[in-house]
């Protein structure tokens, strides 16, 4: 199966007809039932002393099965799925680099009871997190994609609403009057993505998107991303799986993601690489470390910008307070299912060195930020600012 790498940079999306191989659509049905079954299980199990019986099956808008938790030898076909043609090896053509892995597994359900408001309109990335709109974007057009992510229903699905072309662009002045009055309202040039049982929607997740209409009616739409650990540019810092999931796999899918686990490790030492030249103020091992994780040659900014997002959770992290605050304060300052990769990175340092790594970020932190609010900006890079001078500000 073919697809047009341009589409993607220039729409944000693209369709893929028949992405599950229609004589496989009734076969992944009954998979997936299956782990559905042994989710909701977890959630009754799990579930809090003043919730329903079902727990998050009964409480959630749209309930998501972590499939790849669930799944086992006898459910192999959602996995096998993940690494088909029709989705690594679409992705593959669209990131354009090796190797392409998974990123995260999850079923999307409808809710036991209705809820029409959906999620309301969002980017899955933000300036706390990630790197500004226009460096994702110019990065991505110089390099090309570095993560994709996908909607796969298995049975006709018209939740999905986007704003095509959003990807490459801030909100217009329109737009975020509309959100602030009603974040669930269609937006001006909002269209939605109508995908048939087994039809597929891949994306660049920081297009403008919502779900609406969350509705009972039957939902089992598989939702999965791919990275690439080889990029031109480091795009994503995560990955929503440990090797621990594939103990119950066949030794043929084990592989793939033993590949890709060693790929992470050499991701991060890279990653270890670049902050140990800081540390040093060595300004030819830091170019060095970032040429490994940024094999481009343009957009370097970006690459910087994501390891100082980095720099900065591992610092919050190894703070003497952090253990004792209260989870939901915790998970405002660091993303939950990112923890494992934080710890793999912040165990190489000690807290004095980790202390000196986010110091040295201190310049780029402050030009990231809007003066007049200190917050970080969504959209703009810091302006007539480079490598050169973010290396010039710790050397």
């Known amino acids: 199966m073919q697809v047009d790498p341009r589409q993607l940079l220039d729409d944000g999306y693209i369709i893929v007809k028949d992405c599950v191989p229609p004589d496989r659509l009734g076969e992944l049905r009954d998979t997936f039932e299956t782990l559905v079954d042994r989710q909701r299980e977890v959630w009754a199990r799990d579930r809090g002393p003043d919730d329903p019986p079902g727990g998050v099956w009964d409480t959630h808008k749209q ?81 090309g994609p570095g993560y994709v992510q996908w909607n796969i229903p298995l049975y006709d699905d018209d939740v999905l609403w986007i704003i095509p072309g959003s990807h490459r662009r801030p909100n217009t002045e329109e737009e975020d009057v509309e959100v602030r009055k009603d974040r669930f309202k269609e937006l001006p040039g909002s269209i939605a993505v109508e995908l048939k049982a087994g039809d597929g929607a891949v994306y660049v997740n920081h297009l403008l998107h919502t779900g609406s209409n969350y509705m009972t009616n039957i939902r089992r739409t598989i939702h999965i991303g791919y990275q690439s650990f080889g990029a031109p540019y480091l795009r994503y810092f995560h990955y929503w799986w440990d090797m621990g999931l594939t103990t119950n796999f066949p030794p043929a899918l084990r592989e793939p993601f033993e590949d890709w686990n060693a790929a992470i490790g050499r991701q991060h030492d890279s990653i270890e690489a670049a902050f140990r030249a800081m540390l040093r103020r060595d300004a030819a091992g830091f170019g060095d470390a970032l040429g490994g994780l940024h094999t481009g040659s343009q957009g370097r900014l970006a690459c910087v910008v994501l390891l100082s997002k980095i720099a ?84």
């Open 63 to 143: 309930p998501r099965v972590p499939f790849g938790r669930v799944a086992d030898r006898g459910t192999a076909g959602a996995i096998e799925f993940c690494l088909h043609e029709n989705t690594l090896g679409v992705s593959s053509q669209l990131i354009a680099a090796r190797p392409v892995g998974l990123h995260q597994m999850e079923l999307m359900c409808n809710p036991v009871k209705d809820h029409p408001e959906g999620t309301g309109w969002h980017r899955d990335s933000s300036p706390e997190f990630d790197v500004p709109l226009q460096g994702l974007h110019e990065a991505m057009v110089a390099n």
């Open 312 to 395: 900065k959770k591992i610092h919050v992290m190894t703070r003497t307070e952090f253990t004792s605050l209260p989870a939901s304060e915790r998970e405002q300052m660091i993303r939950p299912r990112q923890h494992h990769l934080w710890d793999a990175v912040a165990h190489r340092f000690t807290p004095e060195e980790i202390d000196q790594v986010w110091s040295r970020f201190g310049e780029l932190d402050a030009q990231l930020q809007d003066e007049a609010t200190g917050s970080y900006r969504p959209f703009e890079m810091p302006p007539a600012y480079d490598v050169k001078d973010f290396v010039a500000s710790w050397a």
